[in-house]
C-alpha cells in the first residue's frame, strides 16, 4: 500500500531492475549487483527489517552519484540490532528519504568514506547515535550531511570522531530530544 516506484510485489527471486520484477530485501540486491556511478535504487514503502551496508566497490565518481532514494510515503531500514546503513569506504554515494530507526547507531560513515551526500533523512529511537562520521578514528572526509532530522536517540543527534573526521560539512540538520548532544 502507499507504493511509490514499484507495480508489483517485491519476491528476492526477481531482478530488481523494474518497477515489475522489484526486490523484496535491499540486502538481497546489494549482494546481489555492484552499485556503480549514476545508478539509483529505488526504495519503495515499507519497513525493511534488515541493516544495509555499502562497501568500497559500491558507489559513484565526481559528478556522478550512486543514490539510495527513499518513498515519499516511507522507506524505513528497522534493523532487529546494529547498525541500520553503513557506508564502509564508498565514495560518492547519495542517500536520500530514508528514515532508519532502532538500531544501535542509525547510520555510520566509516572507513575513508568520502565525499558522499546524506540528505532529507530521518535518523531516530537508534541506541546510541543518529549519524556517525569517522567512529574511532576510522576515517569520515568531505562528506556533506543536509537537512536530516535526527531526534530520540540515546546519545547524539550527530557524532563526529575528532580524530578520523575531517573536512565534513554539516548544516541545515534538525536535532532534538537526543540523550547527549545534538551535534
Not at 527513499?70 to 569506504?89: E, K
Not at 547519495?94 to 546524506?118: C, P, Q
Not at 568531505?142 to 540515546?154: A, I, L
Amino acid at each position: 500500500v502507499g507504493d511509490v516506484f514499484t507495480t508489483a510485489v517485491g519476491d528476492d527471486t526477481n531482478t530488481g531492475l523494474t518497477a515489475a520484477s522489484p526486490k523484496r530485501t535491499l540486502t538481497n540486491l546489494i549482494s546481489s549487483y555492484i552499485l556503480q556511478p549514476g545508478r539509483t535504487v529505488y526504495v519503495d514503502t515499507g519497513t525493511y527489517p534488515h541493516a544495509v551496508r555499502l562497501g568500497a566497490a559500491d558507489g559513484g565518481s565526481p559528478g556522478l552519484y550512486m543514490t539510495l532514494l527513499g518513498s515519499s510515503n516511507g522507506a524505513i531500514i528497522d534493523p532487529p540490532s546494529g547498525i541500520g546503513l553503513q557506508l564502509d569506504g564508498c565514495q560518492y554515494v547519495r542517500i536520500e528519504g530514508l528514515r532508519i530507526r532502532d538500531g544501535t547507531e542509525g547510520m555510520e560513515v566509516r572507513w575513508y568514506a568520502k565525499r558522499n551526500f546524506i540528505y532529507r533523512n530521518s535518523f531516530y529511537r537508534n541506541t546510541l547515535n543518529g549519524i556517525s562520521l569517522g567512529v574511532g578514528g576510522s576515517g569520515a572526509y568531505s562528506n556533506v550531511v543536509y537537512r536530516n532530522g535526527c531526534f530520540s536517540n540515546g546519545q547524539n543527534g550527530i557524532n563526529g570522531d575528532d580524530e578520523g573526521s575531517d573536512w565534513n560539512i554539516i548544516t541545515r540538520n534538525f536535532s532534538y530530544r537526543n540523550g547527549a548532544a545534538g551535534i
